[in-house]
């Protein structure tokens, strides 16, 4: 966060409090881990949860009482946060947290799939394949944000690639040319973006605010006047074939998840490591981050700022374009109005949760594909859990990471900073 | 886009009247960048009808033999769509009854209402340095509290629309209260904070509208209950719409002023938008100062949700607020964050929606133009060099646009 806490203004020497991070965190997993225990223990059935690998009861790979496992698995979290709270070594912190974390949703899942089952292929490929837009749109939010250019646009970015798949994949009867003309969507508005942006100096959040809404009225007012009166010829692009790689896709569970898919999948896995490495191991990184966190600094030793900032906008467009391409290649077989319905807005979410780092992004965006994928089979098995609640679960994640309640996230030092230049 | 400026010849003799003013009409001031986008946008939008029209498009096939076809074609449509858009927002040549004659007015002033609290939330959250795009979230939860308090509580005619209309106010106040202490205590940014809590209170309200008791019993669908008459904005009379809400927002617009500009909270505010070190400098707790903005911030959006679902919509569905918090961001944006300049931009905004309502159903243009005719308005008056650039506009001496408020995350 750039701007500093107000408290913190005219603060010159942080104490040390006994609550720092660490403890927090431990007192939190403490607090969920009671809760798993008692309350999810409490209501459990006395049943056995199975965790299945095919798509019917048959062949369970786990099974568990209901109970006994709700109350098992809140206890570990119990026990994660109080070596937490006791205090141990920095190293083992993240560790800790994750099996906190990870006991609290099996305590859940416990109480949840008492009496029933759960398919864990169907689950796995589900959480990836609704992950896959967040992942794109988070990477392309990552590429822009390192650079200093907030982009709140990622929705209008999906918007305009799953309208442009749709219209041309249709015209063109190809697939293939529908992803890339998806990327040239997300391209325009990241164009829109970047000019308005880097070279008119307006503020970043209203352009992307805005240009969400332009991609809403052009693409919505296109669908009314093109591809109502006429579906056939302009909204029914074809749809993105399934690749089965034989041999790796006989691996159980992640198999039929990864080898058994769509070309989408593997760009998206494959755009997350390349993202990574050229962050962090090539000079276009260390420049993407000079200009993200000091850009009169990477001015002064010759970077060129605007330029490069103009590189990183556009190519997220390209990227973030494509992820709009699943919607309506992968998806659904077809364009309707506002259909990304603020999918744009969690692969923000997903890209501030994962710190804006690719692979933080990525975690981010299979957890909140996870608890997507969670509230439509709860909702299918009649849980009495809402899926409303559950669909709110990245928000409040994100709410949660920025306030700091969970560590901090820190933004690069000059996300949304226009540069003026010398 | 690079203008040739070539500078006139600066003349030593006094200037007559007419010559200054005309000289300050083309220079790059608030009104003429205003007008000049909303020009720009029509053109636009004239583009885009044309474009998606198959009939005018076939007359562009054989443009070089009778171009002729061409321009009557895209003029009559353009001419027939924008001439309904001005006949359902304004005045309508042919109506033959007086009240035919101010539906249109009616219509404009009703969509108009609930923009003008939601600009004002926007508007007022700016002029002290935050950016509240929770107006959306905010507006949600104030048209819940006071659907609730309309429906569930039996109360006395004139009580029950005030308890109602207070009940989302108080709704609305607490959802900015959130990112307001967020903000203050732990220096988490606004704008994510209220972006997250705009899709949490719009899932909380799918949510809501289902269960026993605020649900209609009558009905499956998501619909809740009806608003008591008792607590419903009273119309002006007969079929119109328009009702009680925009002389609500006339006046609370007059109290944001004076809040601003008159008062010590005002005051602070924009001490503290203006630089919050030196603020801080001075006296002023800004902590205390965010969070309270926060609140009034959002319990202004929620007075709109309460004058949406009490006005017109009368009952909660999902879609009850519309895009009511987005499209106040815009009108603030619009409006320059001013009171006065925002109720303004609400009332051209209502217009648009009113008008288009009209277009869509008598030349089928689809209702979505107008999404995109205020977007790019508002992305001209956001990037006034680039209205500048585009009609060689002179640079105003006072000209107060400014181009950029970021601070960035």
Request: with cysteine; aromatic share 8%; proline share 4%.
């Amino acid at each position: 966060m750039s701007t500093a806490t107000a408290d913190e203004l005219t603060e010159v020497t942080a104490p040390t409090r006994f609550w720092d991070r660490q403890r927090r965190l431990g007192a939190a997993l403490v607090l969920i881990g009671l809760v798993a225990t008692v309350v999810f223990g409490a209501v459990a059935a006395s049943e056995t949860a199975r965790f299945t690998l095919s798509e019917d009861a048959e062949g369970a790979a786990f099974s568990i009482n209901g109970q006994f496992g709700a109350i098992l698995f809140g206890v570990v979290t119990v026990a994660a946060g109080a070596t937490l709270l006791a205090g141990v070594a920095r190293r083992w912190q993240t560790a800790l947290l994750g099996i906190g974390i990870v006991g609290f949703v099996l305590s859940f899942l416990c109480w949840q799939v008492a009496g029933k089952f759960l398919p864990l292929v169907d689950t796995a490929s589900g959480t990836l394949e609704l992950a896959l837009p967040l992942i794109l749109g988070a990477l392309a939010g990552v590429l822009g944000e390192r650079s200093g250019v907030v982009n709140v646009a990622i929705e209008g970015q999906f918007l305009m690639g799953a309208f442009f798949a749709a219209l041309i994949g249709t015209m063109a009867t190809s697939v293939w040319v529908g992803l890339v003309s998806a990327a040239v969507g997300g391209l325009i508005i990241a164009a829109m973006l970047a000019v308005l942006a880097i070279r008119y100096l307006v503020d970043q959040v209203v352009v992307g605010i805005v240009l969400n809404l332009l991609a809403l009225g052009v693409t919505g007012f296109l669908y009314e006047r093109l591809m109502q009166p006429d579906a056939q010829r302009y909204n029914t692009p074809p749809q993105m074939p399934t690749w089965r790689i034989p041999g790796l896709a006989d691996i159980p569970v992640i198999g039929p998840v990864l080898f058994d898919t769509n070309f989408l999948v593997w760009l998206a896995l494959l755009l997350v490591v390349a993202v990574h490495i050229g962050l962090s191991r090539t000079r276009w990184g260390l420049r993407t981050r000079a200009v993200g966190e000091h850009p009169t600094a990477a001015d002064t030793v010759g970077i060129r700022v605007r330029g490069l900032r103009y590189l990183n906008v556009l190519v997220g467009g390209l990227i973030a374009g494509a992820g709009g391409a699943y919607f309506t290649l992968v998806a659904t077989g077809s364009f309707t109005k506002n259909m990304t319905s603020g999918a744009g807005f969690i692969a923000l979410a997903a890209l501030i949760f994962g710190r804006w780092t690719p692979f933080g992004a990525l975690g981010a965006a299979l957890f909140f594909g996870f608890a997507q994928k969670l509230a439509t089979y709860l909702s299918a098995v009649g849980s009495p859990v809402p899926s409303q609640f559950l669909n709110m679960l990245p928000y409040l994640a994100t709410i949660i990471a920025v306030a700091g309640l969970v560590g901090r996230v820190r933004a690069p030092a000059a996300d949304g900073q226009p540069y003026v230049g010398r | 886009m690079t203008a040739t400026t070539e500078k006139p010849a600066e003349t030593r003799q006094p200037e007559s009247f007419v010559a200054v003013f005309l000289r300050n009409l083309w220079s790059a001031n608030t009104v003429t960048v205003t007008v000049l986008s909303i020009v720009l946008a029509l053109v636009i939008g004239a583009i885009l009808i044309i474009v998606s029209d198959p009939d005018v498009l076939a007359t562009f096939s054989y443009f070089t033999a009778r171009p002729s076809d061409a321009f009557t074609a895209s003029w009559d449509v353009v001419s027939e769509a924008y001439g309904n858009l001005f006949k359902g927002a304004v005045f309508d040549p042919e109506a033959t009854t007086f009240r035919a004659a101010i539906t249109p007015i009616s219509e404009t002033l009703t969509y108009a209402a609930p923009l003008v609290f939601t600009g004002l939330s926007v508007a007022i959250a700016f002029r002290g340095g935050l950016f509240n795009i929770g107006g959306q979230g905010q507006a949600v939860i104030g048209c819940i509290t006071a659907a609730i308090a309309g429906f569930a509580l039996p109360l006395p005619i004139v009580v029950h629309l005030l308890v109602a209309l207070l009940a989302g106010l108080l709704g609305g106040a607490l959802w900015g209260f959130i990112p307001g202490i967020l903000k203050a205590r732990t220096g988490a940014h606004e704008v994510i904070t209220t972006i997250m809590l705009n899709y949490i209170a719009g899932l909380f309200l799918t949510w809501l509208i289902l269960q026993p008791g605020v649900q209609d019993p009558g009905r499956t669908d998501a619909i809740s209950k009806t608003v008591d008459s008792s607590a419903q904005l009273a119309s002006f009379g007969g079929a119109l719409r328009v009702n009680l809400g925009i002389v609500l927002a006339v006046l609370v617009t007059a109290g944001v002023a004076w809040l601003l500009n008159r008062s010590a909270f005002g005051f602070e505010l924009r001490a503290v938008g203006a630089n919050p070190a030196a603020a801080r400098t001075a006296g002023i707790s800004v902590a205390r100062t965010y969070t309270l903005l926060m609140v009034v911030a959002g319990g202004l959006a929620g007075l709109g949700g309460a004058t949406q679902v009490l006005g017109t919509a009368h009952a909660l569905t999902p879609a009850v607020a519309g895009n009511i918090g987005f499209d106040g961001l815009l009108v603030a944006l619009l409006g320059r964050n001013r009171p006065w300049g925002t109720l303004l931009a609400a009332v051209l905004f209502g217009a648009l929606r009113a008008g288009g309502n009209r277009m869509q159903s008598f030349s089928g243009i689809s209702l979505e133009l107008v999404t995109v005719l205020q977007a790019l308005i508002v992305i001209f008056i956001a990037a006034p060099a680039l209205v500048k650039a585009i009609f060689h506009l002179r640079a105003a001496r006072a000209a107060r646009l400014g181009t950029s408020m970021a601070k960035g995350w």
